[in-house]
C-alpha cells in the first residue's frame, strides 16, 4: 500500500522539485506505514532524510497545538468559546475600549477564521523584542478585509492562551515526537534565510513567529512523523480529543472551516477521494495532515518544499492532492 500512496511524493523527489518527503499513514486500530526518500538538506551540506528527522510543521502548530490549547481550556471552564477575546486579553486594543471591532472578536471566530483581519503582517519588520511586538499585534488598529485564513487570528489565541495559563506555549506538555524548536534530533533544512542570513535548521522558518519568541499560536512547532501520526491516532480513536473536541474539529463553523481546521471541500489540497468526514491542515514548509473519520484513517506528508528557497514551483498543491488520491486508493486495495 505505502509504495503506491507515496509514488507522487517519489517522483516529485526524483524530479528534483522537491529535496524529501515523509509519508505516513495510520489507521483507528493503529496500524500504520511510513515512506521516506530524498534529502534533509541540500545545503550547506547534503545530507539524506531519514524517519527520525524532524519537520518544522509551520501552521500545522494551528491545529495540533493551539487548537487544541484553546479546546481543552474551554473543556475546563477556563474560557467560552463564543466569549470575545477580551476575557483573556482585557488590554486588546485598550485605547478604544467602545468601539474597537477587535475587542468584539470571539474565540470560535479566530478558530474558524471569520473575522476581518489580513492573512498575514510583516510583524518582524516592526522590532526584535517579543514583548513589545506582542504589545503591536494587541493595540494595532488592523485593516480590514472579507474573512480570510489569517495568521494573526492564531497569533492572537496563542496570546490569550499564555494569559490564561499564566506560562508560555512552550511550557504545554506535548507528546513524544512534537516539540518547540529547537528539537531534540536531527531536523530538516528549510530556507535560505536572507533576514537572517543563514540556511535554517531546528529553528522556526516563520519570520513572525522567530521574531515574537519562536513559539507562537500560528507556527513554531516541529514534528518527527511518528509524532503527527500518533496526534492523528488519537483523533482517530478518541484517546486524545473528548466527544466535545471531536464536535468542535468536524463541525462547520464559517465555509469550509471547523474550530481550527478545514473540511472537505472542491479542490482543497487533500485530494478529491477523500469522505465528507475528513478535516485536513497545510503548513508553508510544505507539511499537511489529514483525517478521515468515515474511513478511519489519517496521513501526514512532510517535505522541505522550501530549501533551499520558497521563490519556486514546487508544485507542492498538485502533490498534496495527488498524494490524498493515492493514499485513498491504495487504503481500498
Known amino acids: 500500500m505505502i509504495d503506491s500512496a507515496f509514488a507522487p511524493a517519489a517522483q516529485a523527489v526524483a524530479d528534483g522539485r522537491i529535496p524529501g518527503a515523509a509519508l505516513g499513514i495510520v489507521a483507528a486500530d493503529g496500524r500504520r506505514v511510513v515512506k521516506h526518500a530524498g534529502m534533509a538538506a541540500l545545503l550547506p551540506e547534503p545530507e539524506p532524510l531519514t524517519e527520525a528527522h524532524w519537520f518544522d510543521l509551520a501552521s500545522l502548530t494551528k491545529v495540533i497545538a493551539t487548537t487544541t490549547m484553546i479546546l481543552r481550556l474551554a473543556e475546563q471552564g477556563r474560557?467560552?468559546?463564543?466569549?470575545p477575546l477580551t476575557d483573556a486579553i482585557p488590554d486588546l486594543r485598550q485605547y478604544d475600549v467602545d468601539a474597537a471591532p477587535e475587542r468584539r472578536l470571539t474565540f470560535r471566530d479566530c478558530l474558524?477564521?471569520?473575522?476581518?483581519?489580513?492573512?498575514?503582517e510583516p510583524i518582524y519588520t516592526y522590532g526584535n523584542d517579543p514583548a513589545r511586538l506582542r504589545a503591536f499585534?494587541?493595540?494595532r488598529e488592523w485593516r480590514h478585509g472579507p474573512p480570510v485564513y489569517s495568521d494573526i487570528n492564531f497569533i492572537l489565541l496563542g496570546i490569550a492562551v499564555e494569559r490564561i495559563t499564566g506560562a508560555?506555549?512552550?511550557?504545554w506538555p506535548l507528546a513524544e515526537g512534537l516539540s518547540y524548536g529547537p528539537p531534540p534530533g536531527p531536523a530538516v533544512a528549510t530556507e535560505a534565510c536572507t533576514w537572517r542570513g543563514r540556511v535554517l535548521r531546528g529553528e522556526v522558518h516563520d519570520e513572525n513567529a522567530a521574531a515574537l519568541g519562536g513559539a507562537t499560536g500560528h507556527a513554531g512547532l516541529f514534528g518527527t512523523v511518528a509524532g503527527v501520526l500518533d496526534f492523528a491516532s488519537g483523533l482517530l480513536d478518541g484517546s486524545a480529543a473528548s466527544p466535545a473536541m471531536l464536535e468542535?474539529?468536524?463541525?462547520p463553523v464559517h465555509a469550509d472551516r471547523t474550530c481550527g481546521w478545514e473540511r472537505r471541500f472542491d479542490g482543497w489540497h487533500g485530494g478529491d477521494s477523500c469522505s465528507a468526514a475528513t478535516i485536513g491542515h497545510t503548513g508553508f514548509t510544505g507539511t499537511g495532515l489529514w483525517v478521515d473519520f468515515e474511513r478511519g484513517?489519517?496521513?501526514t506528508l512532510l517535505t522541505n518544499r522550501v530549501h533551499p528557497t520558497r521563490h519556486r514551483e514546487s508544485g507542492i498543491t498538485q502533490l498534496r492532492r495527488a498524494?490524498?488520491?493515492?493514499v485513498v486508493e491504495a487504503w481500498r486495495s
Open 323 to 326: 498524494t490524498g488520491d493515492a
Open 168 to 171: 508560555k506555549l512552550s511550557d
Open 137 to 139: 499585534v494587541l493595540q
Open 248 to 251: 468542535a474539529i468536524r463541525t
Open 79 to 83: 474560557l467560552d468559546l463564543d466569549r
Open 297 to 299: 484513517m489519517a496521513w
Open 112 to 120: 474558524a477564521h471569520r473575522t476581518f483581519l489580513p492573512a498575514v
